[in-house]
C-alpha cells in the first residue's frame, strides 16, 4: 500500500469530520448531544451500517 494514499484517505476523513463542527457548530452539538442518550445497542448499529457502507464504498470504487 502506497503510504501517500493512505495519508491522503487519512486527510480526507480528517475534513469530513470537521466539515459539520465548522460550518455549523449548534446543530453538530445537538447531534452528539443526542448520541449519548442512545444505549449501547443503537450506537454499535449505527458503528455497523457505516463501516458496512464504508467498506461497500471502498469495494465498489477501489
Given at each position: 500500500?502506497d503510504?501517500?494514499l493512505?495519508l ?8 469530513l ?12 452539538r445537538?447531534t452528539?448531544?443526542e448520541?449519548?442518550t442512545l444505549?449501547?445497542g443503537?450506537?454499535?448499529l449505527m ?7 464504508g467498506?461497500?464504498?471502498l469495494w465498489?470504487?477501489?
Amino acid at each position: 500500500m502506497d503510504v501517500s494514499l493512505l495519508l491522503s484517505a487519512l486527510a480526507l476523513v480528517l475534513i469530513l469530520e470537521g466539515l459539520l463542527p465548522f460550518v455549523a457548530p449548534s446543530v453538530w452539538r445537538r447531534t452528539m448531544a443526542e448520541l449519548v442518550t442512545l444505549d449501547n445497542g443503537k450506537l454499535r448499529l449505527m458503528g455497523l451500517a457505516s463501516l458496512s457502507i464504508g467498506l461497500l464504498l471502498l469495494w465498489f470504487f477501489a
